[in-house]
């Protein structure tokens, strides 16, 4: 695997360098467009809807419609937004892991040590186990600020990007709860059907039946020779070291824990925290599909 990130986790005083792998990948087969007559390749253009002329991507803009009026975004205009930089995974919190709910879940993401010494990596790793507990974390990739929660996989730490909370949308239709009635003997037999299908999950145990024979087609085709030239009919197609020496890691976790204890009592205004901060400007609507951009 190759890195795609590297930074360091940070809460407290404790900095614990990490390099970031995406954790899933997909196993879809890639498929193209074709002209039945001939086989060569459908392409698609970037064609002006109003002159008619194809568009090279250098003269491409941003846009937002909403509905009514489309706001143009030029290169200036993104480029006069804040861009954070902060290669830091900051702690804003742990949680009891039960509390995160799955729906929030986007991206994983695998965390490797990034150091030559383990041992702040391995306490963090161990601590969230023995405590049940999810750190929910605040970070910058790719020039945006995400919310992520930080658990554990196995042997490893895992960093897996959350949803904002107006970006999960609400069961908004009528509850069912008055209008049908379950008698105790249904819901027995029904608890006994489950019990009939009850197991451990394995997730190996499952495949992908779809890809798996589309896949015995596409061979099947190539041995009855029926495969032709791509070029043909498709045309031309160092690791620096960061974190450095951090402090003593015993001396920073009794001067993190010194630290917390001396703010106990008191609460940490949403103007200071980055991920409150950014649920609070941006006040709580019904959720609506998005409109592309």
């Known amino acids: 695997m190759r890195s795609i990130w590297k930074g360091s986790i940070a809460f407290g005083l404790v900095n614990v360098p990490v390099k970031v792998y995406s954790a899933t990948e997909s196993h879809d087969i890639s498929l193209h467009q074709v002209h039945e007559k001939d086989g060569g390749r459908i392409r698609y253009q970037r064609r002006c809807e109003i002159c008619g002329e ?105 960093l897996q990007t959350l949803l904002w909370d107006d970006e999960v949308r609400e069961a908004d239709f009528p509850s069912l709860e008055e209008s049908v009635k379950i008698s105790a003997k249904e819901l027995d037999m029904a608890a006994s059907l489950v019990e009939s299908f009850s197991s451990d999950f394995d997730p190996s145990q499952f495949t992908d039946d779809y890809q798996e024979q589309l896949r015995q087609l596409v061979e099947a085709k190539l041995e009855k020779g029926e495969g032709f030239s791509t070029e043909e009919t498709f045309g031309e197609t160092d690791d620096d070291d960061e974190g450095g020496n951090v402090i003593d890691l015993m001396e920073a976790l009794r001067r993190s824990v010194e630290k917390n204890r001396g703010k106990k009592g008191s609460k940490t205004s949403d103007a200071d925290n980055p991920v409150k901060k950014k649920a609070k400007s941006k006040p709580k609507k019904k959720a609506t599909a998005k409109k592309s951009a």
């Open 54 to 158: 194809v568009v090279d991507y250098d003269n491409i803009d941003k846009s937002y419609d909403d509905g009514e009026q489309t706001v143009v975004l030029t290169d200036e205009d993104m480029d006069s937004l804040p861009v954070e930089k902060n290669r830091e995974i900051d702690v804003v919190e742990f949680v009891p892991t039960e509390q995160v709910d799955p729906i929030m879940f986007e991206r994983a993401y695998y965390l490797e040590p990034d150091s030559k010494s383990t041992k702040s990596y391995v306490l963090l790793r161990k601590t969230l186990e023995k405590t049940e507990r999810t750190a929910i974390v605040h970070f910058t990739l790719r020039q945006k600020s995400r919310l992520a929660a930080l658990r554990v996989r196995g042997d490893a730490l895992m």
